[in-house]
């Protein structure tokens, strides 16, 4: 799916951010897997402002053998980035 193939807007990150921005999301963020797309999605959903999949996206994880994790650019993150 194109969305994920050349993410705008995200910046790829270790698995420690992403775990640690992830933990801070609120718990009204859905969580979904998509095998839709090669390789699969995981991701983290805002829907509150009535947006759709895959548009909603906050935060996503390429489900590979060596899983790579992405967040917004706008993301505060740890200097250790």
């Known amino acids: 799916m194109q969305f ?4 705008e807007q995200f910046k ?3 698995e420690e951010v992403f775990q640690e921005f992830v933990d801070s999301l609120s718990p009204e ?3 979904d897997v998509t095998y839709s797309s090669n ?3 995981k991701s983290w959903n805002d829907f ?3 947006l759709r999949w895959p548009y909603s996206v906050v935060a ?3 489900l590979t ?3 790579e994790y992405f967040v917004p650019e706008w993301a505060r993150l740890p200097d250790s980035v």
Request: charged letters at 25%; one cysteine or more; glycine letters at 4%.
């Open 4 to 7: 994920f193939d050349n993410p």
């Open 60 to 62: 996503f994880c390429r």
């Open 39 to 41: 390789p699969p999605i």
């Open 65 to 67: 053998e060596d899983p």
């Open 29 to 31: 963020h859905s969580v």
């Open 48 to 50: 509150s402002d009535g």
């Open 12 to 14: 790829q990150v270790s």
